[in-house]
C-alpha cells in the first residue's frame, strides 16, 4: 500500500510498500499508518507490520514464489518492500543450504531428521543480511540518506555492505571490545564505524538518545527507527526452511537469541506460512539457544518467569551478548506456547559444539552456532527435544569472525621438514 515519506513533513511524495497494510502494536493491538515510527502513541509497546495478504489461491502463490530470485526476494508477497525491489543495487542475500546433516545427527543420537540452516553463506556472512536487505528498503521508501545500527558486530558489516551496495551513507555502533575480524568487516566497506566504550546495551542506549536528537535527524537505525522493517527479514528463514523441506513445517527449530527478534519473527513467518495455506498446519516446538554468560532469556524460562530480569554479559558468544533483550518476553511466549524452551550452555560447550560441527558435518560456525548447537546437544541430553522427529537448528554466522574461540584447539597435527621421511617419523600415514 501507499505510504507517505516521513523522513521530511514537507515532502508529500507517496511510496509502495507492497502487501504490508500498516503497523500494529503487539501489546495492545493499535493500528497505525506505515512510517518510520516503531512505538505505539498509546501504551509505548513495539510496532510490526501488518499485512494485507493474497488469500484464496495457495498454488498460485506457491508457483510464483519457486519461479522468484534464489535470494529473499522470492518471498517479496510475503515482505514490507516496494515491488520493484529487485531492480535496485541490494545484496540479495538469502536462499542458504538447508543441510540434512546425518553425521552430526549419529554423533547425536538423532534417529528422526537433523539439519542445519547455515546462514553463514550470506553476503556478509551472517544471518543479518536478511533484515539489512528490508531494512535498506525501509530507509530508501521513507527517504533516509544515512543508514545506522547498534550493532553486537554482525550487523555493523552487514549495514556497512548494504549500503556500500545501495549508494547510502552509513555510521554504525559497536562496543569497543568486539573481535578483530568483526571490526575489520564492518569497517572494511568504507562507512563511520564508531567504537562506544561500554556493552552492547550502552550502545543500544545511546542510538536511542542520538534518534532523538537533531544529530541523528534524517538517519534510519535499522534495528531502532526500522525495526518493525527490519524484524520482517527474519520471516524469510522460516519460509525457506519449510520450503526446502517441501513445503513443510519442521517439528523442532533451535534458535539463538540476542535481541530475540529472528525467534519471534520466525514464529511469524510460520504463522504467516499456515495463514497462506502454503504449508499444512500443525504443532511445531520452538527452542531458544543462550549463552550462560549472557542467558537473561533463559534464566526467565527456567524461573517460570514473565519478566526478564537484565545481565551484564560475559561470555565468547559476544553476537548474543544482549543483556537486556527488547523480545524477551516474546521469545518467553512463544517457547511456552509451542512447548519448546529456552535454554543456556557455557563458553566450554560452545568451543566443543563448534567443532563438533566443524569435524561432522564442514560447517565452521562462529560462536553463535555454537551456542545453537550446544543447546540442541542439551536439550537432546534432557529430554526436551525429541530425537526421533525432524529438527533443525540455525547457524546463523561463520566461524572465520570468530577464529579465538577455536584458535588453541585448531592447529597443525605436526610441523615437519618436506621430506617422507620425517613424514614417516610423524605417525600420519595410513597403513
Ligand atoms: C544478531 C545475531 C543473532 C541474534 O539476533 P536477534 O534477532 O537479536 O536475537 C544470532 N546470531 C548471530 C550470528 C547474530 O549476529
Same mark, same amino acid.
Given at each position: 500500500?501507499a505510504v507517505?515519506t516521513? /523522513?521530511?513533513?514537507?515532502?508529500?511524495?507517496? *511510496?509502495?510498500l507492497g502487501?504490508?497494510?500498516?503497523l500494529?502494536?503487539?501489546?495492545?493491538?493499535?493500528r497505525?499508518?506505515?512510517?518510520?515510527?516503531?512505538a505505539?502513541?498509546?501504551?509505548?509497546?513495539?510496532?510490526?507490520?501488518?499485512?494485507?495478504?493474497? +488469500?484464496?489461491d495457495?498454488e498460485g502463490?506457491?508457483?510464483?514464489? $519457486?519461479?522468484?530470485?534464489? %535470494?529473499?526476494?522470492?518471498?517479496?508477497?510475503?515482505?514490507p518492500?516496494?515491488?520493484?525491489?529487485?531492480s535496485?543495487p541490494?545484496?540479495n542475500?538469502g536462499?542458504?543450504?538447508?543441510?540434512?546433516?546425518?553425521?552430526l545427527?549419529?554423533?547425536?543420537? +538423532?534417529?528422526g531428521r537433523?539439519y542445519v540452516?547455515d546462514?553463514?553463506?550470506n553476503?556478509?556472512?551472517?544471518f543479518?543480511?536478511? *533484515?539489512v536487505?528490508?531494512?535498506?528498503?525501509?530507509?530508501r /521508501?521513507?527517504?533516509?540518506?544515512?543508514?545506522?545500527?547498534?550493532?553486537t558486530?554482525?550487523?555493523?558489516?552487514?549495514?556497512g555492505a548494504? /549500503?556500500?551496495?545501495?549508494?547510502?551513507?552509513?555510521?554504525?555502533?559497536?562496543?569497543?571490545d568486539?573481535e578483530?575480524?568483526? *571490526?575489520v568487516?564492518?569497517? *572494511?566497506y568504507?562507512?563511520?564505524?564508531?567504537?562506544?566504550?561500554?556493552?552492547?546495551?550502552d +550502545? %543500544?542506549?545511546f542510538?536511542?538518545?542520538?534518534i532523538?536528537?537533531?544529530?541523528g535527524?534524517?538517519w534510519?537505525?535499522?534495528?531502532?527507527?526500522?525495526?518493525p522493517?527490519?524484524?520482517?527479514?527474519?520471516?524469510?528463514?522460516?519460509y525457506?526452511?519449510c520450503?526446502q523441506?517441501g513445503? $513443510?513445517?519442521?517439528?523442532q527449530?533451535?534458535?539463538?537469541?540476542?535481541s530475540?527478534?529472528?525467534?519471534?519473527k520466525?514464529?511469524?513467518g510460520?504463522? $504467516?506460512?499456515?495463514?497462506?495455506?502454503?504449508v499444512?498446519d500443525?504443532?511445531y516446538?520452538i527452542?531458544?539457544?543462550?549463552? #550462560?554468560?549472557?542467558?537473561?532469556?533463559?534464566?526467565?524460562?527456567?524461573?517460570?518467569?514473565?519478566?526478564?530480569?537484565?545481565?551484564?554479559?560475559?561470555?565468547?558468544?559476544?553476537?548474543?551478548?544482549?543483556g %537486556?533483550p527488547?523480545?524477551?518476553?516474546?521469545?518467553l511466549d512463544? !517457547?511456552r506456547?509451542?512447548?519448546?524452551? +529456552?535454554?543456556?550452555?557455557?563458553?566450554?560447550?560452545?568451543?566443543?559444539?563448534?567443532?563438533?560441527?566443524?569435524?561432522?558435518?564442514?560447517?565452521f560456525?562462529?560462536?553463535?552456532?555454537g551456542?545453537?548447537?550446544?543447546?540442541?546437544?542439551k536439550?537432546?541430553?534432557?529430554?526436551?527435544?525429541d530425537?526421533?522427529?525432524?529438527?533443525?537448528?540455525?547457524?546463523?554466522g561463520d566461524?572465520?569472525k #570468530?577464529l579465538?574461540?577455536?584458535?588453541?584447539?585448531?592447529?597443525?597435527?605436526?610441523?615437519?621438514?618436506? %621430506?617422507?621421511? !620425517?613424514?614417516?617419523a610423524?605417525?600420519?600415514?595410513?597403513?
Amino acid at each position: 500500500m501507499a505510504v507517505q515519506t516521513a /523522513a521530511s513533513t514537507t515532502d508529500t511524495t507517496t *511510496v509502495d510498500l507492497g502487501p504490508a497494510a500498516a503497523l500494529s502494536c503487539r501489546e495492545c493491538g493499535e493500528r497505525f499508518a506505515l512510517g518510520p515510527i516503531f512505538a505505539c502513541e498509546l501504551c509505548f509497546g513495539p510496532l510490526e507490520v501488518a499485512y494485507d495478504f493474497p +488469500v484464496g489461491d495457495p498454488e498460485g502463490l506457491r508457483k510464483k514464489i $519457486e519461479s522468484g530470485p534464489e %535470494n529473499v526476494w522470492r518471498y517479496a508477497p510475503l515482505l514490507p518492500v516496494p515491488a520493484d525491489v529487485a531492480s535496485k543495487p541490494n545484496l540479495n542475500p538469502g536462499w542458504t543450504q538447508l543441510v540434512k546433516a546425518d553425521n552430526l545427527a549419529r554423533e547425536l543420537g +538423532v534417529t528422526g531428521r537433523l539439519y542445519v540452516k547455515d546462514d553463514s553463506g550470506n553476503p556478509t556472512h551472517s544471518f543479518k543480511d536478511r *533484515v539489512v536487505a528490508q531494512a535498506v528498503e525501509a530507509a530508501r /521508501a521513507f527517504g533516509y540518506t544515512t543508514l545506522s545500527c547498534s550493532s553486537t558486530g554482525n550487523l555493523a558489516g552487514a549495514v556497512g555492505a548494504a /549500503a556500500a551496495r545501495a549508494g547510502l551513507r552509513s555510521c554504525v555502533f559497536i562496543p569497543h571490545d568486539l573481535e578483530q575480524a568483526k *571490526v575489520v568487516t564492518a569497517a *572494511v566497506y568504507g562507512g563511520e564505524l564508531v567504537a562506544i566504550e561500554g556493552t552492547y546495551d550502552d +550502545v %543500544n542506549r545511546f542510538c536511542s538518545e542520538l534518534i532523538g536528537d537533531p544529530l541523528g535527524e534524517g538517519w534510519g537505525f535499522t534495528n531502532v527507527n526500522l525495526r518493525p522493517y527490519y524484524g520482517e527479514g527474519s520471516k524469510t528463514l522460516a519460509y525457506e526452511i519449510c520450503e526446502q523441506l517441501g513445503w $513443510e513445517i519442521p517439528d523442532q527449530i533451535v534458535i539463538p537469541v540476542a535481541s530475540g527478534s529472528q525467534l519471534t519473527k520466525i514464529d511469524k513467518g510460520l504463522q $504467516e506460512l499456515i495463514k497462506l495455506g502454503l504449508v499444512a498446519d500443525k504443532p511445531y516446538k520452538i527452542f531458544g539457544a543462550q549463552a #550462560t554468560g549472557c542467558s537473561p532469556v533463559s534464566t526467565a524460562f527456567k524461573a517460570g518467569h514473565d519478566v526478564v530480569r537484565p545481565q551484564k554479559p560475559d561470555t565468547i558468544a559476544k553476537s548474543l551478548a544482549i543483556g %537486556n533483550p527488547a523480545d524477551g518476553p516474546y521469545v518467553l511466549d512463544i !517457547a511456552r506456547r509451542t512447548g519448546g524452551a +529456552v535454554e543456556d550452555v557455557d563458553d566450554a560447550a560452545v568451543v566443543e559444539a563448534i567443532s563438533l560441527l566443524a569435524r561432522t558435518e564442514g560447517i565452521f560456525a562462529e560462536t553463535a552456532g555454537g551456542v545453537t548447537l550446544g543447546v540442541t546437544k542439551k536439550l537432546i541430553e534432557n529430554g526436551q527435544l525429541d530425537p526421533t522427529l525432524t529438527t533443525v537448528a540455525i547457524n546463523t554466522g561463520d566461524g572465520l569472525k #570468530t577464529l579465538d574461540a577455536v584458535a588453541d584447539r585448531a592447529r597443525p597435527t605436526a610441523t615437519i621438514k618436506p %621430506n617422507l621421511d !620425517a613424514f614417516r617419523a610423524a605417525g600420519l600415514a595410513t597403513d
